[in-house]
């Protein structure tokens, strides 16, 4: 029959081909680095022309952005569906949602998100995305905050405001602990910085809260501090 011999073309869906060339761009930065990969490596990995990669990505940049947005949408997804599944007070689905923050963040076990975000030359995209996470981080927080002023379990004047300064300790303030902790001089000092800066969001999101100190204790184990290591040892301090 005519055209047994031609070879057949494998049509994937959209979506299937995006996360197949995100899934192995990431393995690459995790290998050789963001700067070091090169869009031929990705469209070499999965067999595809270029002009496929470009029609999926404008350019190396915008991968990267879409990169860390799907790590940001995923942990939000998480979040919600832990809220929406919590029980007890408000002020226990707070701790909730940062349970499972953390054990999400945990699982990841990956520090090549935080390498991207504060890469060097990297500031706008890490504002736009902080942006958006924040109006994300807002719709699983709100609620909680709303119960915990009606259950007593937390004491606030202002729902609004008080998810508002919350969620400035969550990425302002972090932000500025990550640019601090960058600025240590050797690995010890970067994870002191780290887990007292921690220890201080924490504390001051109790007090927000008007619970007592310690309600939500800083997750620092073996693991956290491993990964606080590696992350030191991964990163370019001359960023600024």
Same mark, same amino acid.
């Given at each position: 029959?005519?055209?047994?011999?031609?070879?057949?073309?494998?049509?994937?869906?959209?979506?299937?081909?995006?996360?197949?060339?995100?899934?192995?761009?990431?393995? +690459?930065?995790?290998?050789?680095?963001?700067?070091?990969? &090169?869009?031929?490596?990705?469209? *070499? $990995?999965?067999?595809? %022309?270029? =002009?496929t990669f470009y029609h999926y990505f404008a350019s190396k940049d915008a991968m990267l952005e879409e990169l860390v947005?799907?790590?940001?949408?995923?942990?939000?997804?998480? +979040?919600?569906?832990?809220?929406?599944?919590?029980?007890? &007070?408000?002020?226990?689905?707070? *701790? $909730?949602?940062?349970? %499972?923050? =953390?054990?999400?963040?945990?699982?990841?076990a990956d520090i090549t998100y935080a390498t991207f975000l504060y890469a060097s030359g990297n500031l706008p995209l890490r504002h736009r995305l902080f942006a958006a996470w924040r109006e994300r981080a807002r719709e699983v927080l709100l609620p909680a905050i709303r119960e915990g002023q009606a259950d007593g379990s937390l004491s606030v004047a202002s729902v609004?405001?008080?998810?508002?300064?919350?969620?400035?300790l969550w990425f302002e303030a972090a932000d500025q602990l990550w640019m601090r902790a960058l600025a240590a001089t050797d690995v010890e000092a970067f994870i002191d910085v780290m887990v007292s800066g921690a220890t201080a969001i924490y504390q001051a999101q109790e007090r927000i809260l008007g619970i007592p100190d310690g309600t939500y204790a800083v997750p620092v184990g073996p693991q956290v501090i491993e990964m606080t290591r590696q992350l030191y040892h991964s990163l370019d301090r001359k960023q600024s």
């Open positions: 029959m005519a055209g047994t011999g031609a070879r057949t073309r494998i049509t994937k869906d959209p979506d299937v081909r995006r996360d197949e060339l995100l899934d192995i761009a990431l393995q +690459l930065c995790r290998s050789d680095g963001f700067e070091a990969m &090169s869009v031929e490596q990705v469209t *070499r $990995a999965a067999g595809v %022309a270029k =002009g947005g799907r790590f940001g949408e995923a942990l939000f997804d998480y +979040l919600s569906a832990a809220a929406a599944t919590g029980s007890g &007070s408000g002020a226990d689905r707070i *701790r $909730a949602l940062m349970a %499972a923050a =953390g054990g999400y963040k945990l699982a990841q609004e405001a008080t998810t508002d300064i919350v969620l400035l």
